[in-house]
């Protein structure tokens, strides 16, 4: 053993390399084999706890006696999101380049604060964020950083666009002020429930958020956006921002940015863009158009962990209003003063969020643009488009079942609806039990929603390995799945 592994308690570098390629090797056969695992495994609450002891190893233990409890412990209680089968909620899929991207950020552990304490990681992430933002064609200027979630990038977006209010918060908050009105933001009914986490975090509450009806087609319905802002102001409510979602959780489907962004800048409300799913579509130039108005948005988020074969976690907040997101988090104490901070050039991470502490995650997403090339993602996420289009068309034409929304990108919602069954909560019934039994027989792990009060099943494509053959078994399955209860 080197000396200094030895004193360190560390694994000797060599014993290290023999462990590293060790792994990576099982990493390439996970990756080959991912099919071979039930995507959902089959275990439950608590069996993983019982199985690890319940005390920590008093003495060291080696990396090899702990491969061997990942294949034997963890790996059956995974639920494979890099499996081709993984068609629920939106796919995460660590593709290889992002994979190689983790190890190098884990052995690379920068802590990009401040720029001094990670300058590439720093920079890195100031020029990545453009190339995407050259991808999806939005125009400069646009000031992105990188975020663990959506979740926080929202949050954020809305710190900054409550900061931006004439209304002194930063300085005195909120609590127990006599001459603050009421907040309030404003989101479609389908809107991710982290819009609702962001207003109640940010002391709007539960109240301070006006959830907007929506159109047939589960879009945002500027109209009914207009008259609930009117109707506060004169209440004596102030508006604060608009949240619009370009590719709605449930069934992707798109708000009406253009008239949004109009209603916006006509009322001076700080308009933020959720595209965490569908934000990747705008890659494909084909699917542009989700992105229309988007360039008028004050900040918008995208999330390359979902769609754009990054590994957990990575979500893109970009914002025009680069000072308002700063001035909300910007706190600088005397021991994270540099000399350099004030330049023209330097960008300090930490001044743009909650946490202090930041993951170089510029790199992994860095490799994965490098490593497909924008036509090569563009075509993954044309195929997965194409692969929605193909199941809707099944879906359509086959007796058993029915479409309950457009399918929009990657997103199909369907249930099964045999002929002379239409008692709503007898089909709510049968198609939660289909929805189990192909979850159950390991193939494919779906998930589900309601759209317009039905239990709908949700297929969202996504996966780089899923392909044609998966949506065909796919067919299949729910076909054999329907058929013993619909009998029933
Ligand atoms: C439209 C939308 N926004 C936000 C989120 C939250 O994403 P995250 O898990 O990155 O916080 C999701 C999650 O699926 C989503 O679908």
Same mark, same amino acid.
């Given at each position: 053993m080197d000396n200094a592994s030895a004193m360190s308690g560390d694994l000797d570098i060599e014993e290290f390399r023999r462990v590293a390629h060790q792994t990576a090797d099982w990493i390439a056969d996970y990756l080959r084999d991912v099919?071979?695992?039930?995507?959902?495994?089959r275990v439950t609450p608590g069996q993983v706890r019982r199985s690890l002891p319940a005390a920590p190893p008093v003495t060291a233990e080696s990396l090899d006696q702990m491969i061997d409890d990942i294949d034997r412990l963890i790996l059956p209680a995974?639920?494979?999101?890099?499996?081709?089968?993984?068609?629920?909620?939106f796919a995460s899929t660590g593709s290889a380049p992002g994979i190689v991207g983790e190890m190098l950020t884990a052995a690379l552990n920068?802590?990009?604060?401040l720029w001094r304490t990670g300058p590439a990681a720093t920079e890195l992430e100031v020029v990545v964020l453009d190339w995407l933002r050259q991808m999806v064609g939005l125009p400069e200027p646009l000031f992105g950083v990188i975020n663990d979630t959506a979740s926080s990038s929202t949050l954020y977006a809305l710190a900054a666009a409550r900061d931006a209010l004439a209304a002194d918060i930063h300085r005195?908050?909120?609590?127990?002020?006599?001459d603050l009105p009421r907040l309030r933001v404003y989101a479609s009914?389908?809107?991710?429930?982290s819009v609702d986490k962001a207003a109640i975090v940010l002391g709007?509450?539960?109240?301070?958020i006006c959830h907007v009806a929506t159109d047939d087609d589960l879009r945002m319905d500027p109209n009914a956006l207009r008259r609930a802002i009117e109707e506060d102001l004169a209440a004596g409510v102030i508006p604060c921002a608009v949240i619009a979602t370009?590719?709605?959780? !449930?069934?992707?489907s798109i708000d009406p940015v253009p008239a949004i962004a109009e209603l916006c800048a006509e009322l001076g409300l700080w308009l933020h863009v959720?595209?965490?799913?569908?934000?990747?579509?705008?890659?494909?130039p084909e699917f542009r158009?989700?992105?229309?108005?988007?360039?008028?948005?004050?900040s918008i988020v995208v999330n390359?962990?979902?769609?754009?074969?990054?590994?957990?976690d990575c979500s893109v907040l970009w914002t025009r209003r680069r000072d308002a997101l700063r001035n909300a988090f910007a706190i600088v104490p005397e021991y994270l003063r540099?000399?350099?901070?004030?330049?023209?050039?330097?960008?300090?991470?930490?001044?743009?969020?909650? !946490?202090?502490g930041r993951r170089f995650r510029a790199l992994k997403l860095w490799l994965i643009i490098r490593s497909f090339g924008v036509t090569g993602l563009a075509a993954r996420i044309r195929e997965h488009c194409r692969l929605a289009t193909e199941l809707g068309r099944w879906v359509q034409q086959s007796s058993g079942f029915e479409l309950l929304a457009p399918v929009s990108l990657g997103v199909v919602c369907m249930r099964a609806h045999p002929a002379g069954l239409d008692d709503e909560q007898r089909l709510d019934a049968l198609n939660e039990k289909v929805l189990t039994q192909i979850n159950e027989d390991g193939q494919f792990f779906l998930s589900h929603t309601r759209v317009r009060g039905r239990y709908a099943i949700r297929v969202a494509f996504g996966n780089l390995r899923t392909s044609e053959v998966h949506v065909r078994s796919l067919c299949d399955a729910l076909s054999a799945a329907l058929v013993p209860l619909a009998a029933m």
């Open positions: 099919e071979r695992y039930p995507v959902l495994p995974t639920t494979h999101w890099n499996s081709p089968g993984f068609l629920a909620y920068v802590n990009a604060m005195r908050g909120m609590a127990g002020r006599d009914a389908e809107a991710h429930s709007f509450g539960k109240a301070g370009v590719g709605t959780t !449930s069934t992707a959720d595209a965490a799913y569908a934000g990747a579509a705008a890659v494909a158009p989700i992105f229309d108005g988007v360039k008028r948005a004050d390359p962990h979902k769609w754009l074969f990054t590994p957990m540099t000399a350099e901070s004030a330049g023209p050039d330097t960008v300090d991470l930490m001044d743009y969020g909650v !946490s202090l």
